[in-house]
């Protein structure tokens, strides 16, 4: 098995599976090896990048909240964060910190409220891509992920400050972003896919992993074949066992390209 990350890991500088990279992955999967996406996007961002490529099998989607059968066009299982648990986790945030926005992903949809909107304009451009639109919170509702947002202060240190606050029932990470991301205690890339390993047989021995964000360290550690992306984060370059080119050289590419003829 090969299962990858998508963005800064297989997908380009341009946000895109390469031809090259798509070719090289159609060789393995005719090799039989199995090919899996592991990624923080919602199924509502992520299929539309996979489908393309025509021999992902599985797409385990936000940060392995929600686990898509590619090969079959079906969703598989969600693992859902309790809505008592995340009005209490809000509830939390809100005390301690003032203007914080929220964006939320249904079992149906990802949707965002305006400071959120407002947050990611400021503090990055915006994505040309936009999944849903301004809502009300579903407060009372089960959610998939959590996306919450800070006008000063993102990445590792939003993830830092976010993290004392979040319960036993769930679990924050990052993704390189402006957001944190929130889900369920056992929705992370790394027990997805050892659940998948496990109910298809397959052992970590035999699972090449690839990743460029803290969001994907447990799944390097599980997998037998680990590989931190040139443009990887420090802390995933010290959890893989090795380094594969940057992103928008084809990286993963080159990588599979070498195993495959090795």
């Known amino acids: 098995m090969i299962?990858?990350?998508?963005?800064?890991?297989?997908?380009?500088d341009r946000t895109v599976v390469s031809e090259r990279t798509m070719s090289v992955l159609r060789d393995a999967a005719a090799q039989g090896v199995i090919i899996v996406a592991a990624?923080?996007?919602?199924?509502?961002?992520?299929?539309?990048?996979?489908?393309?490529?025509?021999?992902?099998?599985?797409?385990?989607?936000?940060n392995g909240a929600t686990r898509f059968h590619l090969a079959e066009e079906r969703l598989d299982h969600h693992r859902l964060i309790p809505s008592f648990e995340v009005d209490s986790f809000l509830t939390r945030v809100r005390a301690e910190y003032e203007e914080v926005g929220?964006?939320?992903?249904?079992?149906?949809?990802?949707?965002?409220?305006?400071?959120?909107?407002?947050?990611?304009?400021?503090?990055?451009?915006?994505?040309?891509?936009q999944e849903g639109h301004i809502a009300e919170f579903p407060a009372g509702s089960d959610l998939v992920k959590l996306l919450v947002t800070h006008p000063?202060?993102?990445?590792?240190?939003w993830l830092h400050a976010l993290t004392p606050l979040v319960?036993?029932?769930m679990v924050?990470?990052?993704?390189?972003?402006d957001f944190v991301e929130i889900t369920h205690s056992s929705a992370t890339k790394g027990q997805a896919l050892a659940d998948l390993c496990r109910e298809l047989g397959i052992e970590a021995e035999s699972v090449a992993a690839f990743g460029d964000q803290t969001n994907d360290i447990d799944m390097l550690e599980w997998a037998g074949w680990s590989y931190?992306?040139?443009?990887?984060?420090?802390?995933?370059k010290r959890t893989a066992a090795q380094e594969a080119p940057h992103h928008a050289e084809d990286g993963v590419a080159q990588v599979?390209?070498?195993l495959l003829n090795g």
């Open 3 to 12: 299962v990858s990350d998508l963005d800064g890991t297989l997908l380009n």
């Open 39 to 62: 990624t923080g996007r919602s199924i509502h961002s992520a299929l539309d990048l996979l489908r393309p490529v025509g021999v992902v099998s599985w797409a385990l989607c936000s």
């Open 102 to 129: 929220v964006a939320w992903e249904t079992q149906t949809a990802l949707r965002w409220d305006r400071l959120y909107q407002t947050h990611r304009d400021r503090l990055v451009p915006r994505p040309k891509r």
């Open 152 to 157: 000063d202060t993102t990445h590792d240190e």
């Open 167 to 169: 319960g036993d029932s």
């Open 172 to 177: 924050a990470s990052t993704s390189g972003t």
């Open 228 to 236: 931190a992306m040139e443009n990887a984060h420090p802390r995933v």
């Open 256 to 258: 599979i390209s070498a």
